[in-house]
């Protein structure tokens, strides 16, 4: 693996960070406070580029690498978890899904418009009984001539709402077990599809999570992707990428952390002199450092992988355990460094610690990853 970016990578990079000062920043606390939806930004994140980066230009992405998208969720979630959410979402689990996967006419109908930021996916796995355990689902799509007619119910879907086009798992045959999930592009407005209302969440929150439901929602053939019975695979193949973006808004957060401890460490005084000279608050920034170190490198590393055509499914794992656990514990610590202070709204740590606790539950909890990683060890 090489450890120094191209110039290519630096720019993105120090392009999303400049995107995220000056366009996500100075609205993050209201958004956050009303649970607001950022319209507008994620219009601007598809104008730069953001919204579909590992799509090729073709299909109307900008074509960049795993590791530049890593470096780009990294910064735009530094500043806002809820944006990079979206972003990923959009980017690791919709793009990704039908580039692999789509005919040429569903790459033209829905990933362009997806890729270009013209347009806006969710993905949709979870099931009030069917979360971790993805294969027991109960969402059916009954053949009926060229159509299918689902129903069923989706939960937990980031960007429910306000998504354009659904990417949905469904079982086509239940004889088959999780062979018989199949996997549809849906779009926005069709009959049968309804979202219902926006979850009231601790953190992430000008993300929006709903829940969505099918009732005798009818289909067109031409919208399967990928063949009947394909969609477990997909939805396993897609995730280990989901995997990699989510673990980048770990990222994020773990740095947003040690950056406003460090900052405030420096400049509050105890005793006549900063709190940065007291060893015990030392070493707690010289964790926070380190473990964001680690993390930051096997999710690089599971990036690079990915890019080089090698396996990296439990690369992306443990990148996410760790990344996730490291903005969990940084987000407490920058709390316990501020004092009082980072109880309040007005130091941003608090959000920070609302914001990380999800990335150790969605798309496949700590416990999921470590699933993932005993059995790529074990494996004969």
Known sequence: MDFNFTEEQIAI?????????NEIAPSTIERDIKAEFPFEIVKKLGE???MG??????WGGAGFDAVSYVLAMEEISKVDASVGVIMSVNNSLVCYGINHWGTDAQKERFLKPLAS???????CLSEPEAGSDATQQKTEAIKDGDYYILNGIK??????????????????DKEKGHRGISTFL???GTEGLETGLKEDKLGIRSSDTCTVSFNNCRVHKDQL??????GFKIAMETLNGGRIGIAAQALGIAQASLEAATKYAKTRKAFGKPISDLQAIQFKLADMATNVEAARNLVLHAAWNKDQGLPYASEAAMGKLLASKTAVNNALEA??????????????????????????????TSEIQKVVISRALLKD
């Open 225 to 230: 992707l990928g063949g009947e019975g394909m």
């Open 335 to 364: 709390i316990q460094i501020h004092g009082g202070y980072g109880y309040v709204r007005e130091y941003l740590v608090e959000r920070y610690l609302r914001d990380a606790k999800i990335t150790e539950i969605y798309e496949g």
């Open 48 to 50: 730069f580029g953001f």
């Open 13 to 21: 990079r120090d392009t999303a960070r400049d995107f995220a000062q």
């Open 155 to 172: 939960n937990w879907i980031t960007n429910g709402k306000n998504a354009d086009i659904y990417f949905v798992q469904a079982m086509t």
């Open 53 to 58: 980066m590992m799509v090729p230009p073709e």
């Open 186 to 188: 849906i779009d926005k």
């Open 117 to 123: 930021g013209e347009k806006l996916g969710c993905f």
